[in-house]
């Protein structure tokens, strides 16, 4: 029989609303169809427009359909409003700090329209694949299911079944709104959206200067103009030109399936869980601290000692430090956390001190009283002889003094797994003694991290069952699982789908992107239509409307956690182009220092007790900019498809582990007839080159006014146009929530004060040309004849201000004072 894995929609005033919503949307459709029947002129107009229609979806109709409807005629308005919402009290707006996070654009600007569950079912319902079992695996409904058993639903029914993207009827009705919106014309493939016949800079080596490219004096002010406000006067009455995926889409090849495990993280009793020994670090790197939030919590002693207590925080804000890598699977770490040991708010690193009071008291002498002398001879005699080995080869034999004379080697030792259970009940017998209580019930960490490569099953990559077998397996061959402690243990399951090289007559590379409002659909069905306010983030691929990404983090409460759910993200893969270990292009906070006047650069960097060494800074920019270029032009002839994956508990996989186990090959395996109607399907080699202009033409913005200072100095109305165009490079690849970006979001805001009129700040207005025209077009803000802000705006820009004015204004203050008493 057929068995389908869907959730019980509630009922509430929510979706009642949204229902009512969706009706009157359709019935508006209706009525605009039928007055084109009904009026001759407007038929006219109308055929070219479906003929337009119908060459665009024509392949989409041949591909499974999918519920959910579309949401483009609220988007702009709530945009507005939830932007509107947003208020800051403070008399002073640092721009490098200014956010819209407090309101959650995504849940403000739009409504996620649900189907009540007795509603159109077989047009609703996942047709790719049909899942087979017999009635022994018949699963029960979902108002006697465990949270358990609906997540295990969810996740089954998301990874074989698909995501809920919209149908390919309500993608026909949002593209003739919009073709009706803009007319036939302004509409532009990405190749069309980016000059191309502008200075080249982001292939050079070097930043411009007036002696160095010439090419820059034949630039008009209307080309710069074009370039970025997107206004022509061609075809649409001079508005901005609509960056339109829709006409970009290349004919799909057929899409590839596969599974992995990403990550794993997890709490365990002792290390005697490494059933192959440990490595222990002598001399912990800080660099190896938990730096990002892995959405896991632990109880720490509060900062203030005012109100001693143990408080919930996030992993990376509790002491720890990096313990151990495992034995025959140096992919996995050991990290040790101390909830009661004293720290600031922001912890950082251990210092020297706490971490000799570790190993000389507690960690060496539970070793001594564990292991032979002919195993101890060759460990350190403490931390400080430890860190002194470590830094030796860097220190000792250098010649050059260079800012790394500090660097230190990571040196491990070897434990074998016959004393670890031993030496471990010594050390939490030493953190109960007088003096070393601070230290007292530390919880051991591991994890293991970007294992996809690693974890995907070569014989089988199209069967889920098969890769969460294998993964198991291995799982057990390195860590003896009873000492892990189950309820604490999670998992990160992907899937990608990618295209594939053989299946189309044309070898030419294409590039898979998630349809926002697809995306944004799957989000309701996955939380059956109750979408937590909190935790949702909706991010624009390469600031472009259609495109994007997600992640979705499960309230603590919500029956998805409950069932083991914590955390999921569907991104496209084009980021492993400029993905450096979470290190994207252009995102050092100091490269907005290039926008000063050199002279200010030294002040300042002298003021702040910094050596003064400007030129990092540039290395730092010319460094991101040959990454682009090389992974870039090096990437035109490789496709990228999509992710999704998703954070699950053990218990959770172990209840995927049984339903699957109890369906045929045929069902488990995914089937993907015809094309995906949530994905873009755009050829590699234009994606790419889309991105590199788009880089370029922000690189030479900015390299552009640099070189036209006079005498080498600096003008503040140049500083805040370099400002800009430094701030803009920080998004222009990849996948960003640009609400984030007060400066590049915001149009037009005023802010109250403590006394007198509201105070108004000007940004780019992200927020408005990226709804109305598929693309992050910048607002009249500038004179480009000047290229200068506009005069009666200038002053209120969110550019040059905050803290990179404050620092100025620093300098030029301590410069006047010296030459004041000089003279």
């Not at 090849?253 to 059933?275: E, M, Y």
């Amino acid at each position: 029989m057929k068995v389908r894995f869907v959730g019980a929609i509630k009922q509430d005033s929510a979706t009642r609303r949204r229902r009512a919503l969706q009706t009157n949307r359709t019935r508006n459709y209706r009525k605009r169809q039928k007055a084109r029947e009904e009026t001759a002129a407007i038929n006219h107009h109308g055929e070219p427009l479906l003929d337009a229609v119908d060459s665009v979806v024509e392949n989409e109709i041949r591909g499974p359909e999918r519920y959910l409807s579309l949401e483009n005629e609220e988007s702009e308005e709530a945009d507005i409003s939830a932007c509107e919402n947003f208020t800051i009290s403070i008399q002073e707006v640092d721009d490098s700090t200014v956010s819209t996070t407090e309101v959650d654009p995504y849940y403000e600007e739009e409504i996620v329209d649900t189907f009540p569950a007795e509603e159109d079912e077989c047009q609703r319902k996942p047709q790719n694949p049909q899942i087979h079992v017999g009635e022994s695996a018949d699963l029960a409904t979902n108002d006697a299911n465990t949270d358990v058993e609906h997540a295990t639903h969810k996740f089954i029914q998301q990874f074989l079944a698909g995501i809920h993207g919209c149908s390919v009827q309500s993608h026909r009705e949002s593209l003739i709104a919009h073709i009706e919106a803009e007319g036939l014309d302004n509409h532009h493939r990405l190749d069309r959206s980016v000059a191309h016949d502008i200075p080249h800079t982001l292939d050079k080596e070097y930043i411009l200067t007036a002696e160095t490219d010439e090419e820059t004096t034949e630039l008009t002010p209307d080309r710069w103009q074009a370039l970025f406000t997107g206004s022509t006067t061609q075809g649409s009455n001079g508005k901005p030109k609509q960056a339109c995926l829709h006409v970009e889409q290349a004919p799909q090849t057929q899409p590839s399936i596969s599974f992995d495990v990403d990550s794993i993280l997890g709490f365990v009793d002792s290390p005697a869980v490494a059933t192959h020994g440990i490595r222990f670090y002598s001399a912990p790197q800080y660099g190896q601290n938990i730096s990002t939030d892995v959405h896991l919590t632990l109880d720490r002693v509060d900062p203030d000692p005012d109100r001693p207590r143990l408080i919930p925080s996030r992993l990376r804000d509790v002491p720890h430090f990096v313990f151990a890598r495992l034995e025959g699977a140096d992919f996995i770490t050991f990290h040790l956390f101390f909830p009661h040991l004293p720290c600031s708010r922001d912890f950082n690193r251990l210092t020297d001190e706490q971490l000799s009071r570790w190993f000389d008291k507690i960690f060496y002498p539970a070793v001594r009283q564990v292991y032979d002398a002919d195993r101890l001879q060759h460990l350190p005699a403490s931390y400080r002889h430890a860190l002194a080995t470590c830094r030796a080869p860097r220190v000792e034999n250098r010649l050059v003094e260079t800012p790394t004379y500090q660097a230190q080697l990571q040196m491990s030792y070897f434990l074998s797994p016959q004393g670890l259970q031993q030496l471990w009940d010594y050390v939490l017998a030493a953190t109960c003694q007088p003096g070393l209580q601070d230290f007292r019930n530390p919880e051991l960490f591991f994890q293991a991290k970007n294992t996809k490569l690693l974890f995907k099953c070569p014989d089988a990559p199209h069967d889920l069952l098969a890769v969460m077998n294998s993964f198991e397996c291995k799982l057990r061959r390195i860590l003896d699982l009873s000492h892990i402690c189950s309820d604490r243990l999670y998992i990160d399951v992907g899937k990608e789908t990618c295209p594939m090289h053989n299946s189309v007559p044309s070898p030419e590379p294409q590039t898979y992107l998630w349809r926002r409002c697809c995306i944004r659909h799957h989000l309701g069905q996955l939380y059956d239509g109750d979408i937590p306010k909190s935790g949702q983030n909706f991010y624009h691929e390469s600031m472009l409307r259609d495109a994007g990404a997600m992640t979705s983090l499960t309230p603590v409460k919500s029956r998805l956690r409950r069932g083991g759910i914590l955390y999921g993200q569907i991104y496209s893969l084009t980021k492993e182009i400029v993905d450096a270990a979470r290190t994207y292009p252009f995102q050092n906070p100091d490269l907005r220092h290039l926008a000063l006047d050199p002279q200010l650069r030294n002040g300042m960097q002298s003021i702040g007790g910094k050596p003064v060494l400007c030129n990092i800074t540039d290395r730092a920019y010319l460094a991101s900019k040959r990454r682009c270029q090389y992974g870039l032009t090096d990437s035109k002839q490789r496709s990228f498809g999509v992710r999704e994956e998703y954070r699950i508990s053990w218990s959770l996989f172990q209840s995927v582990l049984k339903v699957l186990r109890s369906l045929t090959p045929e069902a488990r395996c995914t089937q993907t007839p015809g094309r995906l109607s949530y994905l873009w399907v755009v050829s590699t080699p234009i994606f790419v080159d889309y991105v590199w202009h788009n880089i370029n033409k922000f690189t030479t913005g900015f390299e552009l006014i640099r070189a036209q200072r006079s005498g080498g100095l600096t003008t503040w109305e140049q500083t805040k146009m370099m400002d800009m165009f430094l701030r803009c490079l920080r998004v222009a690849v990849g996948g960003h929530d640009y609400s984030r970006e007060g400066a590049l979001w915001w149009s037009r805001r005023e802010l109250p004060q403590s006394a007198g009129l509201p105070r108004v700040y000007y940004g780019l207005g992200f927020s408005q040309t990226l709804e109305q025209y598929g693309y992050c077009w910048i607002e009249p803000r500038i004179d480009w004849n000047r290229l200068r802000f506009l005069p009666d705006i200038t002053g209120s820009v969110l550019f040059g201000s905050g803290t990179l004015h404050q620092r100025s204004d620093s300098v030029m203050a301590l410069s006047y004072l010296s030459t004041a008493d000089e003279g």
